[in-house]
């Protein structure tokens, strides 16, 4: 079993969209979340970083994260063509020196 | 304020060839890492680096060697290329581990013929 499970997609929405991307993991461990966006041909930048659970609001992003559940989640509101890109949830653990990535889930947002 | 740089940005290597991939970070971070990405695989560590003089391996070390001899330069070696290692290849640094946040280079694209 994967430590981090993350569906590719792709996803596409309509302009205006609320947009749900998800992962799941295995190692209660984790405290650390993030969510990371990947243009195309580009590297990966921060979008969203939680610590241990709860929700956490950034403009149009919300990121939420269900320890109990080992679930977490990214909201997009209001969706843009600009928020098209590959978005990768990562994770850690204190101790590690490394983030476990999800594979990432492509979106498209339709004019 | 460049954050980190990455060259080449693309190459194409013969089976059996070797070359080094460059990496430089102006924020004075600690931690730096070489991570591959291929389609459908999510990122894969390959090295990581805790500081100056020190590394040590990730997932996927094989086939690849790094050296850090000073805070800012973290260059991967590729011996002997092969197919396999047809890749896109990030650069990435921290200033601390775990819960730091870690800052990617743009990328450096590899295909081995």
Known sequence: ?111 | NAGVTQTPKFRILKIGQSMTLQCAQDMNHNYMYWYRQDPGMGLKLIYYSVGAGITDKGEVPNGYNVSRSTTEDFPLRLELAAPSQTSVYFCASSYGTTGNTIYFGEGSWLTVV
């Open chain 1, 1 to 111: 079993q994967k430590e981090v499970e993350q569906d590719p997609g792709p996803l596409s929405v309509p302009e205006g969209a609320i947009v749900s991307l998800n992962c799941t993991y295995s190692n209660s461990a984790f405290q650390y979340f993030m969510w990371y966006r990947q243009y195309s041909r580009k590297g990966p930048e921060l979008l969203m970083y939680t610590y241990s659970s709860g929700n956490k609001e950034d403009g149009r992003f919300t990121a939420q994260v269900d320890k109990s559940s080992k679930y977490i989640s990214l909201f997009i509101r209001d969706s843009q063509p600009s928020d098209s890109a590959t978005y990768l949830c990562a994770m850690s653990h204190p101790g590690a020196n490394n983030l476990f990535f999800g594979t990432g889930t492509r979106l498209t947002v339709i004019p």
